[in-house]
């Protein structure tokens, strides 16, 4: 199974072994996938999209380890106490920050006494960064689409002092990625976005900020540059 290398650096001084998991926001499931090969006995996926919902019940077919979940964070259909370890795999970067808080405050109630959690995330981007200046080309149209931002960076400090005001205690924080990556194909798909929002704005407003996403792309190509983080804590029994 493919493990993509931040997720397997940020488990890989973890003990999963034959615990009880729960990959919070899942994407295409590459928690899920670091969680099973580290010797999970049993994983929850949860995603809000239907179409990630869809991905990872591929990815996984057949592999009765995995549930797949359909719902929201903020109101996760599991009982107290129920899973042993919570990976939040960058999820916070998608997070406006009013969903941030009552997110924490759920993957705490799911979690056990002496409970494992490991929050990997990006490290905000200096404002002259040419990725950053493209998420805030896609954050403006965002913005302007839906009143909410695509993508927000918390601190690795932030996301600790979140999860420590619920009682986790800190174990450590290191980088997993540092430089991070930015491919062409990651600029591509952020300039998709770009498309998407602009759909519902105004044709010259949307024109105008899908040709400074282009241009930033195509400027940039790729990018070497931030780092992503992984922080790990423990819920006391
Ligand atoms: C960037 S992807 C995470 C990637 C994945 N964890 C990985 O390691 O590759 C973010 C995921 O979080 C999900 N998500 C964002 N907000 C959510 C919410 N409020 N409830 C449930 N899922 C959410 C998105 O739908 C998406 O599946």
């Known amino acids: 199974m493919e493990v993509p290398d931040s997720v397997a650096a940020a488990l890989a001084d973890r003990d999963v072994a034959d615990k009880t998991c729960l990959e919070a926001g899942a994407g295409v499931g590459n928690a ?15 995603t809000d999209r239907a179409d990630h919902a869809d991905g990872v019940r591929e990815r996984f077919a057949g592999d009765d380890r995995v549930e797949l979940i359909e719902a929201d964070l903020r109101d996760v259909p599991l009982p107290d106490d129920s899973v042993e370890v ?14 941030a808080a009552p997110i924490a405050a759920e993957l705490t109630r799911v979690a056990a006494p002496g409970a494992t959690l490991v929050v990997d995330d990006y490290e905000p981007m200096p404002p002259e960064s040419p990725v950053r200046r493209l998420f805030a080309v896609e954050n403006a149209a965002a913005e302007l689409a839906n009143a909410r931002p695509a993508l927000t ?8 002092r979140l999860f420590g005001g619920r009682g986790w205690e800190h174990d450590r924080t290191r980088a997993i990625l540092e430089p991070a990556p930015w491919t062409e194909s990651h ?36 990018s070497d540059e931030g780092r992503m983080y992984s922080v790990a804590m423990e819920l006391p029994e």
């Open 32 to 46: 899920t996938a670091g969680l099973l090969d580290a010797g999970a006995d049993h994983v929850y996926a949860i």
């Open 86 to 99: 919570v990976t939040a795999h960058a999820l916070f970067n998608v997070l406006p920050n009013d969903a």
């Open 153 to 160: 960076f918390y601190p690795a400090d932030g996301l600790r």
């Open 187 to 222: 600029l591509t798909a952020h300039t998709a976005e770009v498309r998407g929002h602009a759909e519902s704005l105004p044709d010259a407003l949307g024109q105008q900020l899908i040709t400074e996403a282009e241009r930033l792309a195509k400027t940039t190509g790729e």
